[in-house]
């Protein structure tokens, strides 16, 4: 017979992502410290932490030093819209001082405030900004390793979560008598990239928590802070009522031939071409066959934006605006200039399950590739996206640019293809001194695919795959020459 191991109590932080990271949030009881320089987001972490609890009912203390009068901090968060005068009218956010204690530079004193304060309020959330003020004020070392440790034989008995929130250098982590007692360490930290700025959360550490390592990105806005897990693969598999022995129909005439009935349901698909063979054309068609079915299918743009989509699509003789109201098109766009890669996963994968999508269209790669900082992040990205999709159910078609127009046949110039379960490419063929498109399937897992290049008509009127080049060898060159047999 196997013990089961008790399950820690969890004290949500108002994030679901963030608990998330956290391995289900902060456990209770524990002393976590917010380290950061700076700006980095270190009081409105806590604070917001704070005001989540006091809204689900729980109290909490909030007690501040020298560093940040109470009246200025009350000012500066009114700003945000987790704050709520009235839970501070109502005492479930409860904001002291003890500047009057630290003056003094009395450690005894400054303890005793501490505690008095807990045992009259008796909360669950104790918030003491910032604890490195509190540190430089106290000054004397010995003085203050013996106050961090008979607080934390206090704080042991409160029965609350405590945050110690400081402006800790690298070097102090690694010394500081609060990060030696501490269950968790969070890290806040903000980085140039380029012109813009980074901001980057990490838990150090974290008892008894399986918490997700690494960096995460977050964002601060009008809400307070919002994070977005690191990119990683899914966890899950795909979705048992899919196989991959289903199709979903692109509704290309002559393409679903070429691909044995169409495109395997829950797969990746990467369709490549020179500008303006028709990638984006190809990816509205593949949207509106899945509409046509009842399938809800989701445009994600990084060029076009959804105004210039529906442009697109009125030259074609489609209208998308119906689609859209019923809920069957969601054209979702996101500017590449402020792309962040953990954000732009995390938000497409919300938008996937808003809208129950069955079907989707990355328009491009890539244009994505431009506001990802290295290779490797871009690839890990390219690979996470995929993964996800195909956990949820969704057929994913990604778009993306190559640089040949004629004489060449490159693949892909980022090797994403190996994240692809289909490659389909798109090209140019000068035929009699006219260029028309060509299409081919260059793989297609599980699939017994077509492997010649045929033609690729686009017209108002219709999109579809014609016969192959006959009479002609070299065509997936570009400039193909007859075969002795004759000319095309």
Known sequence: ???????????????????????????????????????????????????????????????????????????????????????????????????????????????????????????????????????????????????????????????????????????????LSEFAIA?????????????????????????????????????????????????RGPEGTIAETETLDERAPTGVAGLDEMLAGGLPRASATVVQGGTGTGKTLLGLKFLLEGARNGEPGIHFALEETPSQLRHIARALGWDLRPLEESGLLTLSYASPVELSTDRFLDRARREVTRTSARRAVLDSLTSMALGVPSERRFKELVYAISKHFRVAGVTL????????????????????????????????????????????????????????????????DRIEVEPAFAGLRGVLTGLPIPTERGNS
């Open 183 to 231: 269950d968790g360490i969070i890290q806040l930290s903000s980085r140039r990239q380029e012109l813009g700025a980074i901001r980057e959360v990490e838990i150090i550490k974290l008892r008894g928590a399986d918490f997700v390592a690494g960096g995460h990105f977050f964002e601060m806005g009008p809400d307070g802070l919002e994070f977005f897990p690191r990119v």
């Open 397 to 460: 078609n990604m778009n993306m640019e190559v640089p040949d127009l004629l004489g060449s046949g490159q693949l892909s110039g980022h090797g994403v293809s190996f994240a692809a379960d289909n490659v389909i490419q798109l090209k140019y063929v000068e035929v009699k001194g006219s260029l028309e498109r060509g299409i081919s399937i260059l793989k297609a897992r599980g699939v017994g695919h077509a492997t010649d290049v045929r033609r690729l008509h686009i017209g108002r």
């Open 1 to 175: 017979m196997t013990a089961t191991r008790p399950r820690l109590d969890r004290l949500s932080t108002g994030s679901q992502a963030f608990d998330q990271i956290l391995g289900g949030g902060l456990p209770v009881r524990s002393v976590n410290v917010i380290a950061g320089a700076p700006g980095a987001g270190k009081t409105i972490f806590a604070l917001q932490t704070l005001f989540h609890q006091a809204r689900l009912g729980k109290k909490g203390l909030y007690l501040t030093t020298l560093s940040e009068p109470s009246l200025k901090l009350v000012t500066y968060m009114q700003q945000f819209s987790f704050f709520d005068e009235r839970l501070i009218a109502e005492k479930r956010v409860v904001i002291a001082d003890l500047g009057t204690a630290l003056r003094r530079r009395d450690a005894d004193r400054t303890l005793k405030e501490i505690t008095g304060r807990v045992e009259r309020e008796k909360p669950d959330i104790v918030v003491i900004d910032s604890f490195k003020a509190l540190r430089d004020l106290l000054g004397d070392a010995s003085q203050i390793r013996t106050f961090v440790y008979d607080l934390a034989v206090h704080v042991s008995t409160w029965g609350a979560v405590s945050l110690l929130v400081g402006e800790y250098s690298a070097e102090e982590m690694a010394v």
